[in-house]
């Protein structure tokens, strides 16, 4: 696929099911511009009372029966998003069919969504790695959110819910303005497409730190994550820091060297710069991998 225009990226959102329509309500809330946003699902109060202006309707066949429609919208799609349940049968199975139209379609695909917390049982932790292998066939990159790791002490229920539907639009957020952001040194559709394409479960982290701090960037982006899927050797790397007008090259070689060192030694390696007015005395790096 040849490169696009920045300004020209067609990404689109999908929520599955009633997990990914509450995931898609945070969304939505963003109001993130140029994105599309469309449910599929059956009636019921959690996709009635989603408040997008496209839905798709399912009444009894699955994904089959609208499998038209859903094709129209991926075929004028670039990156797509699919926000589902990775421990339900139905919405993981509905998932990988549309992932399998997106990618006759030419769409990158990812799959963005929650595993499920220690204390639901073996057979429900069992089930989410059956349908994590079988989302890695069909989807370019697969993000799993490690619910356990964000539970605090004192959390209750609806914090922990809360806070892991949070993360999973803020990673979309921040993969969003990787290639809709325009920096000084660019990455855009070509350079995430070559990253993530047929990975599976890939790594992903946002981090920022006091220019101070610069040194202590790699290993905030690898220990700090929210992700189920542990930090290893990346042979494929992207990441782009967002600073100040006045970010030295000193500060941003520094950078680099440190995630390189998290890289295997054939990594193919792309960074992106991005200038922002707010941020004076912070940096903040976002970086995907496979």
Same mark, same amino acid.
């Given at each position: 696929?040849?490169?696009?225009?920045?300004? /020209?990226?067609?990404?689109?959102?999908?929520?599955? =099911?009633?997990?990914?329509?509450?995931?898609?309500?945070?969304?939505?809330?963003?109001?993130?511009? =140029?994105?599309?946003?469309?449910?599929?699902?059956?009636? =019921?109060?959690? +996709?009635?009372?989603?408040?997008?202006? %496209?839905?798709?309707?399912?009444?009894?066949?699955?994904?089959?029966?609208? #499998?038209?429609?859903?094709?129209?919208?991926?075929?004028?799609?670039?990156?797509?998003?699919?926000?589902?349940? $990775?421990?339900?049968? %139905?919405?993981?199975?509905?998932?990988?069919?549309?992932?399998?139209?997106?990618?006759?379609?030419?769409?990158?695909?990812?799959?963005?969504?929650? +595993?499920?917390?220690?204390?639901?049982?073996?057979?429900?932790?069992?089930?989410?790695?059956?349908?994590?292998?079988?989302?890695?066939?069909?989807?370019?990159?697969?993000?799993?959110?490690?619910?356990?790791?964000?539970?605090?002490?004192?959390?209750?229920?609806?914090?922990?819910?809360?806070?892991?539907?949070?993360? $999973?639009?803020?990673?979309?957020?921040?993969?969003?303005?990787?290639?809709?952001?325009?920096?000084?040194?660019?990455?855009?559709? @070509?350079?995430?497409?070559?990253?993530?394409?047929?990975?599976?479960?890939?790594?992903?982290?946002?981090? /920022?730190?006091?220019?101070? %701090?610069?040194?202590?960037?790699?290993?905030?982006?690898?220990?700090?994550? @929210?992700?189920?899927?542990?930090?290893?050797?990346? /042979?494929? #790397?992207?990441?782009?820091?967002? =600073? @100040?007008?006045?970010?030295?090259?000193?500060?941003?070689?520094?950078?680099?060297?440190?995630?390189?060192?998290?890289?295997?030694?054939?990594?193919?390696?792309?960074?992106?710069?991005?200038?922002?007015?707010?941020?004076? %005395?912070?940096?903040?790096?976002?970086?995907?991998?496979?």
């Amino acid at each position: 696929m040849p490169k696009k225009d920045l300004m /020209t990226i067609r990404v689109t959102v999908m929520s599955i =099911g009633g997990r990914g329509a509450n995931v898609m309500e945070r969304i939505a809330a963003m109001a993130l511009p =140029g994105v599309r946003l469309v449910g599929v699902g059956a009636r =019921g109060k959690t +996709f009635d009372r989603l408040v997008i202006r %496209e839905k798709i309707e399912l009444s009894g066949r699955g994904i089959a029966e609208k #499998a038209s429609e859903i094709k129209a919208v991926v075929e004028q799609t670039d990156i797509l998003f699919l926000l589902g349940n $990775v421990a339900g049968e %139905e919405s993981a199975a509905q998932c990988d069919e549309v992932a399998k139209i997106a990618r006759k379609c030419g769409a990158l695909t990812f799959f963005v969504g929650a +595993f499920p917390f220690a204390f639901e049982g073996r057979p429900k932790l069992k089930l989410a790695d059956d349908n994590v292998a079988m989302l890695n066939q069909s989807v370019d990159g697969v993000l799993t959110v490690d619910g356990d790791r964000l539970l605090a002490a004192d959390a209750n229920a609806q914090d922990a819910l809360t806070k892991t539907d949070q993360v $999973v639009a803020s990673m979309i957020r921040n993969i969003v303005d990787l290639v809709m952001k325009f920096g000084v040194v660019n990455v855009d559709f @070509s350079d995430l497409k070559t990253t993530v394409q047929n990975a599976g479960e890939i790594f992903f982290n946002a981090v /920022t730190v006091p220019r101070a %701090e610069i040194a202590s960037v790699a290993t905030k982006l690898l220990a700090e994550t @929210s992700l189920r899927q542990a930090s290893r050797k990346l /042979t494929r #790397a992207l990441y782009v820091i967002y =600073g @100040s007008a006045d970010l030295l090259m000193e500060e941003i070689s520094l950078i680099g060297q440190k995630i390189a060192e998290c890289t295997s030694d054939d990594a193919r390696i792309i960074f992106g710069v991005v200038a922002e007015g707010e941020r004076v %005395e912070e940096v903040k790096v976002v970086l995907i991998g496979a």
